[in-house]
């Protein structure tokens, strides 16, 4: 049963860079039918998608944060990460990381079967 | 502003039928996906594809698409079926992923 966890610190300062990473049990990043993706949400708000990344290293990102995210995938360690710069209290949310399939079956289709617990993110000095 | 538009919330009679949708013209193209978030939990993936459902998903739960509408269908709904309810799918341009806003369904 495959099982992510997300882990970084809960304080970030303005200006600075936040940092999580998602360790995957269970399962392998290095999977070729799967997607890994990032998404948050602030208190009282709805789901943002961040990004997403294969096993190759291709990504997408959210054109509305784009300029300010990376992820990346290390599949020695079973992990990705998210890096997202700048921050303010905007960004302030639990982060998710999240398991995805993608492709064409008559239509396009994208879906994330397998979450974290989340973990929760402040920005604050 | 989303690309996919949802009702902010639904109430339904315990035991009753209740329909969420979610609108955008990306859904012409795309398959929507729709999840479960119950208050201080993760979302559950309820519906994919066409209309498929995740092993342990009681299949009270279904889907449905036409035009520019996904729907979620929760036929006889329970208790314990009070959440939000958020759909995705690609974008327009189906690079990217898109949420709704969500939808908060009460059960009466």
């Known amino acids: 049963q495959v099982q992510l966890q997300e882990s970084g610190p809960g304080l970030v300062k303005p200006s600075q860079t936040l940092s999580l990473t998602c360790t995957v049990s269970g399962g392998s990043v290095s999977s070729t039918n799967y997607y890994w993706s990032w998404i948050r949400q602030p208190a009282g708000k709805g789901l943002e998608w961040i990004g997403r990344?294969?096993?190759?290293?291709?990504?997408k990102y959210s054109p509305s944060l784009k300029s300010r995210v990376t992820i990346s995938v290390d599949t020695s360690k079973n992990q990705f990460s998210l890096k997202l710069t700048s921050v303010t209290a905007a960004d302030t949310a639990v982060y998710y990381c999240a398991r995805g399939a993608s492709g064409y079956d008559d239509y396009y289709y994208y879906y994330m079967d397998v979450w974290g617990k989340g973990t929760t993110v402040t920005v604050s000095s | 502003s989303s690309e996919l538009t949802q009702a902010p919330a639904v109430s339904v009679a315990l035991g009753q039928t209740v329909r969420i949708t979610c609108q955008g013209d990306?859904?012409?193209?795309?398959?929507a996906s729709w999840y479960q978030q119950r208050p201080g939990q993760a979302p559950v993936l309820v519906i994919y594809?066409?209309?498929n459902r995740p092993s342990g998903i009681p299949d009270r739960f279904s889907g449905s698409s036409s035009g520019n509408t996904a729907s979620l269908t929760i036929t006889g709904a329970q208790a314990e079926d009070e959440a939000d309810y958020y759909c995705s799918s690609r974008d327009s341009s189906v690079t990217h992923l898109v949420f709704g806003g969500g939808t908060k369904l009460t059960v009466l």
């Open positions: 594809d066409k209309n």
């Open positions: 990344i294969y096993t190759s290293g291709n990504t």
């Open positions: 990306s859904l012409r193209r795309s398959y």
